[in-house]
């Protein structure tokens, strides 16, 4: 069983939909959680990151976790075009290394 | 400020023959991480650098990788007697452990393809 499970999709969706996308991890440990986003051919670049449980706004995105379920979501609202893309969750212990799920593919059609 | 930078961006390479990838990460970044990113996957971990500590070797796939930092800054990941199945983009990032952002940041990779 991997640490991280991410649906890989794709996940399409018309112009102005609300998306969301999950994860679940299995290792009580993790404390940090984080949301990556991957343009064709790019490295991936960080969106948001939320330590422990709760939710974490930031304009049209906002990331939660629920530790109790081990529960991670990442919800964009108004999607556009522009962030069709891969979407990456990652979760770490501490100060060490990252483990990421294998990424959603969004397709947000005009 | 300048982000993680990586060479070559491109690497063609005959089955059998050896390379090397570099990765240049963000100054003072202490953290240094390469990642292994094959089509249609995610990222697989293949090494961890810490500052001085030993590195976490936990993901290399086989002993034909080996990477190494000198200096606590620029590393390099070596592929010796590549296969087809190396054929992947390798990611390096790095982090800063010591603020409050515990994100690590990505370069571009390098697209390795074993012919």
């Known amino acids: 069983q991997k640490e991280v499970e991410q649906d890989p999709g794709p996940l399409s969706v018309p112009e102005g939909a609300i998306v969301s996308l999950n994860c679940t991890y299995s290792?009580?440990?993790?404390?940090?959680f984080m949301w990556y986003r991957q343009y064709s051919r790019k490295g991936p670049e960080l969106l948001m990151y939320?330590?422990?449980?709760g939710n974490k706004e930031d304009g049209r995105f906002t990331a939660q976790v629920d530790k109790s379920s081990k529960y991670i979501s990442l919800f964009i609202r108004d999607s556009q075009p522009s962030d069709s893309a891969t979407y990456l969750c990652?979760?770490?212990?501490?100060?060490?290394?990252?483990?990421f799920g294998s990424g959603t593919k969004l397709n947000v059609k005009p | 400020g300048a982000g993680v930078s990586q060479s070559p961006s491109n690497k063609v390479t005959e089955k059998g023959k050896d390379v090397e990838l570099r990765c240049d990460p963000i100054?003072?970044?202490?953290?240094l991480y390469w990642y292994r990113q094959s089509l249609g996957q995610g990222l697989e971990f293949l090494i961890y650098?810490?500052?001085?500590?030993?590195?976490?070797k936990s993901g290399l796939p086989s002993d034909r990788f080996s990477a190494e930092r000198t200096g606590g800054s620029v590393s390099t990941l070596t592929i010796q007697r590549t296969q087809q199945e190396d054929s992947a983009v390798y990611l390096c990032?790095?982090?800063?452990?010591?603020?409050?952002?515990?994100?690590?940041?990505f370069g571009p990779g390098t697209r390795l393809t074993v012919t």
């Open positions: 990032a790095s982090s800063s452990p010591g603020t409050s952002n515990f994100s690590q940041y």
């Open positions: 290792n009580s440990a993790f404390q940090y």
């Open positions: 939320t330590y422990s449980s």
């Open positions: 990652a979760a770490r212990p501490g100060l060490n290394k990252f483990y």
């Open positions: 100054s003072g970044h202490t953290a």
């Open positions: 650098f810490q500052g001085n500590s030993a590195p976490d």
